[in-house]
């Protein structure tokens, strides 16, 4: 079984930034790919960034530029780095894990009705970023 362990979440003023991290562990698995949903009151869960084992990165649109993923494969850690934060950011994040490079839509659905959606293996327990103005 994998554990993911996020940390970063906070809470800061409109324009600002935080890291997200997150750090797996448990069972053996090589190069899995990783990324963060979010979820916020009243809205679906959503995609907002993933990295493949290859490096190769997705952004849901309206981060794009803003925040950027990253990962230290040693570590198998995963960071999200948030930069010029808004209001319309606050949600909870979610660090997700998946062994098998799935693709887009299916196995990384863009959006779903709740965070932990019914895909992936593994998903975080969550952590909270609120972005006041």
């Known amino acids: 079984e994998v554990h993911l362990m996020e940390s970063g979440g906070g809470s800061v003023q409109a324009g600002g930034s935080l890291t997200l991290s997150c750090t797996a562990s448990?069972?053996?698995?090589?190069?899995?790919?990783m990324g963060w949903y979010r979820q916020a009151p009243g809205n679906e869960c959503e995609l907002v960034s993933r990295?493949?084992?290859?490096?190769?990165?997705y952004y849901l649109p309206s981060v794009k530029g803003r925040f950027t993923i990253s990962q230290d494969s040693a570590k198998n850690t995963v960071y999200l780095q948030m930069n010029s934060l808004r209001r319309e950011d606050t949600a909870v994040y979610f660090c997700?894990?998946?062994?098998?490079?799935?693709?887009?839509?299916?196995?990384?659905?863009?959006?779903?009705?709740?965070?932990?959606?019914?895909?992936?293996?593994?998903w975080g327990q969550g952590t909270l970023v609120t972005v006041s103005t």
């Open positions: 997700v894990l998946d062994m098998a490079g799935g693709d887009y839509g299916v196995s990384w659905p863009y959006r779903s009705t709740h965070c932990p959606a019914d895909a992936l293996d593994a």
């Open positions: 448990g069972s053996t698995f090589d190069d899995p790919d």
């Open positions: 990295i493949g084992s290859d490096g190769i990165s």
